[in-house]
């Protein structure tokens, strides 16, 4: 079926009227050497909010005939978009959520190439230099709020989960809604949804008008989680690595519910960083929740974690199951934790400095074939090193479920081969083969083929 599209003209409603001339020749550049391409699919995946795929290869071949373009008038810049889908219109003229989402794709994209990546003071070899980065392209989407009290809950969980779970995410949301906790999620659907909807109900009993809905991105999984309505602070970081760090160094704790290959991803990415021996004594409250039904979800998770990293990882989380209002209150009473240390340490309450982030948790993991089969997945390594190879681990399986690239490399070459320790092979086969068996890889109603091989 053809899908319905829609070409228009679009003004900005933010403060992102104003463009150089070679800003723009830049984005005009559909060459190689161009940034036009990331552009144009980042801007694609924000006007197919709401869709019903997860799959960045399909969405981006269903609109091969989209284009967008800067028009530079003498009052400003509009954009031109052809081919746009339809949905993201009523009556012919776009939604203005979307319409802000648009244009905070063309701040960050804009940004990060003249302000990041063309600029020596950032130097993305070095750990110090990546926090920077990360720390600026924050502040210049105005998601950093220096003279407020610490309030963003991270919620971390899958895109693909079913109705009782997130049922439960919105009911989190709500109670941390009420006690005026903020939600920063990866803004796509299901358990990055679910939270942000129950919040902005809580939110709105409590006549919270300034309520913030953050979602972090980056341009490899955006075409796979369109950003869901509710966000109203978008933020693309460059890549997974950096989104990853933008999570946990403005975030004030972590609530994560079931999910997928991402989800596991995400929990061994803030174990690692937590179990290194300079965070040890931080205050960062981590809990994984979930509905009655969802309980055995997490004993795999538990048991995973404890067959690889140990009770030491065990030790930087709760489990709480069935209880929204028991997490909402475990979490407020954490992050008053969170207070404390900071102001005893004089870190800011926006942005967590003192967390130390090792470099393998920051350099971009490539995942092509040759780097997934030579991941270092055994126990004779410090636990926070391991936890960083299974994050690779599990980070390759996700471009290999969701993303352009990583689908079209799986289609050439074949399946991802994962190879390690005997042990940890067998963990990581059967928490795998829980997802495929619980549809936690795909959305609802959609085939999955592992994209994987793991060798036990």
Not at 239 to 246: H, M, N, S, T
Not at 250 to 263: L, S, Y
Not at 316 to 345: C, L, S, W
């Amino acid at each position: 079926m053809k899908s319905q599209v829609i070409d228009a003209q679009i003004t900005p409603e933010g403060r992102l009227d104003v463009l150089s001339k070679a800003e723009v020749s830049k984005l005009l550049d559909t060459s190689q050497g161009g940034l036009y391409q990331i552009f144009r699919n980042c801007s694609l995946a924000v006007l197919n909010c709401g869709s019903t795929t997860d799959n960045g290869k399909e969405l981006l071949e269903r609109y091969q005939s989209f284009e967008i373009r800067v028009v530079q008038e003498q009052r400003g810049i509009k954009l031109e978009v052809i081919g746009a889908p339809a949905h993201a219109f009523v009556d012919g003229k776009m939604i203005k959520g979307i319409n802000e989402h648009l244009f905070a794709v063309l701040r960050d994209i804009i940004y990060i190439s003249d302000e990041i990546n063309d600029n020596p003071r950032f130097d993305m070899a070095t750990s110090r230099g990546i926090t920077d980065a990360v720390f600026h392209i924050l502040r210049n989407a105005n998601s950093l709020h220096s003279m407020t009290n610490p309030n963003l809950v991270v919620c971390w969980g899958g895109h693909s989960i079913n109705r009782t779970e997130y049922e439960y995410t919105k009911l989190v949301g709500h109670e941390m809604g009420l006690r005026g906790l903020n939600i920063c999620t990866g803004c796509g659907p299901g358990a990055m949804k679910g939270p942000m909807k129950g919040a902005a109900i809580g939110h709105a009993k409590q006549r919270i008008k300034d309520g913030q809905y953050i979602g972090i991105t980056e341009p490899g999984i955006i075409a796979a989680e369109s950003p869901n309505p509710i966000v109203n602070q978008l933020v693309i970081l460059p890549d997974i690595e950096k989104r990853l760090e933008a999570f946990v160094r403005t975030g004030h704790g972590i609530v994560v519910f079931p999910g997928g290959a991402g989800t596991a991803e995400e929990i061994l990415y803030i174990l690692g960083v937590l179990l290194h021996p300079d965070n040890q004594d931080m205050p960062f409250p981590l809990i994984f929740s979930g509905p009655a039904s969802s309980a055995s979800y997490f004993e795999e998770i538990d048991n995973f974690i404890a067959g690889t990293l140990g009770k030491k990882a065990q030790q930087r989380y709760q489990i709480i199951i069935d209880n929204p209002v028991q997490v909402a209150r475990e979490m407020q009473a954490g992050i008053a934790q969170v207070r404390h240390f900071r102001k005893q340490t004089g870190d800011a309450y926006y942005f967590n400095w003192l967390l130390k982030i090792d470099s393998a948790f920051q350099q971009p993991f490539i995942p092509t074939h040759e780097n997934m089969k030579n991941l270092a997945l055994h126990k004779n390594q410090e636990a926070h090193l391991l936890a960083a190879n299974l994050r690779c681990a599990f980070s390759g399986i996700v471009a290999g479920n969701v993303k352009d690239a990583g689908i079209r490399a799986i289609e050439q070459y074949g399946h991802f081969e994962i190879n390690g320790d005997k042990d940890i092979m067998q963990l990581m086969d059967a928490l795998l083969g829980s997802f495929v068996s619980q549809h936690r890889m795909k959305l609802p109603g959609k085939k999955y083929t592992p994209c994987y091989q793991v060798l036990t």
